[in-house]
């Protein structure tokens, strides 16, 4: 896909990885679409960064959990910029639970949960596909975690919520093929201000160093860092659909052994 004068959504993207996708699409030339729930000042800064590259950008209050959100927001794009060509599913929920303790999420959370990471995707790409399929070509990157695969993660629901994500991946690369490419996205620990927030500065430090250290490649990742493979997929993946790619600095592997 030529990503020049392009129409991406990006759900999500107020702050972390979904501003970094957002800013490194308009630096390519792409029309983009914030999307965001409640940091309304971040989404403001991220929309105006990506005007300041010289494109244009639409910002929307959407929960991608509300079918009727997903819909107008699509329909908001195409009235516009008179297409969509590409939609990043970045928007997500988790909990801080710890995964011994059971007693911690409640059915409350895994619906909550879900309805975000699993059904709103799902709800996005329902909104999208039509006028792609009528545009003859589209992509779809989701945003899904190493937690997805390793069962880790913030809390128990948010990784069962990502496995279910990467098998929707499949589910709909094949369903929509062969106008629509489908593909995921999976990242490790991140160095973003929900993690910071959440577990407090001390804490959080000490998950980046202990990740880090166990990480082959010597390193927890930053938005900007996960944000060039949402590109590629988009860009330069013309005969890729239904995979799913391990950006976790090689965390998946294990430690390095020792030599």
């Not at 972390?16 to 989404?43: D, F, H, M, P, Q």
């Not at 992509?139 to 695969?149: C, D, H, P, Q, T």
């Not at 590109?231 to 890729?240: F, P, S």
Request: net charge negative.
């Amino acid at each position: 896909m030529n990503l020049e004068g392009a129409v991406v959504i990006v759900t999500g993207s107020a702050t972390g990885l979904g501003a970094a996708v957002a800013l490194r699409l308009a630096g390519k030339g792409s029309n983009v679409v914030i999307n965001y729930t409640k940091s309304e000042a971040e989404a403001k800064a991220t929309a105006a960064a990506c005007e300041e590259l010289g494109t244009g950008s639409l910002l929307c209050r959407a929960d991608v959990s509300d079918d009727a959100d997903c819909r107008r927001m699509a329909a908001a794009a195409v009235d516009k910029f008179g297409r969509i060509d590409g939609l990043v599913n970045n928007a997500a929920q988790s909990k801080i639970a710890p995964h011994t303790d059971l007693e911690t999420l409640t059915a409350n959370d895994f619906m909550s949960i879900f309805s975000v990471n699993v059904v709103g995707p799902y709800q996005m790409v329902r909104a999208v596909a039509p006028q792609m399929k009528e545009q003859g070509k589209g992509a779809i990157v989701n945003i899904s975690s190493l937690s997805g695969i390793t069962g880790s993660g913030s809390s128990i629901a948010y990784a069962v919520s990502k496995g279910a994500l990467n098998t929707m991946t499949m589910s709909l690369a094949r369903a929509l093929a062969p106008e629509i490419r489908v593909n995921a996205v999976l990242p490790g620990v991140m160095q973003t201000r929900w993690w910071r927030e959440g577990l407090g500065e001390d804490r959080y430090n000490s998950m980046i160093e202990r990740y880090a250290d166990s990480a082959p490649l010597k390193a927890a990742g930053t938005p900007e860092g996960s944000a060039d493979p949402v590109v590629w997929l988009l860009e330069g993946a013309d005969y890729v659909t239904g995979e799913t790619i391990l950006v976790d600095s090689g965390s998946h592997l294990g430690p390095s052994p020792t030599r």
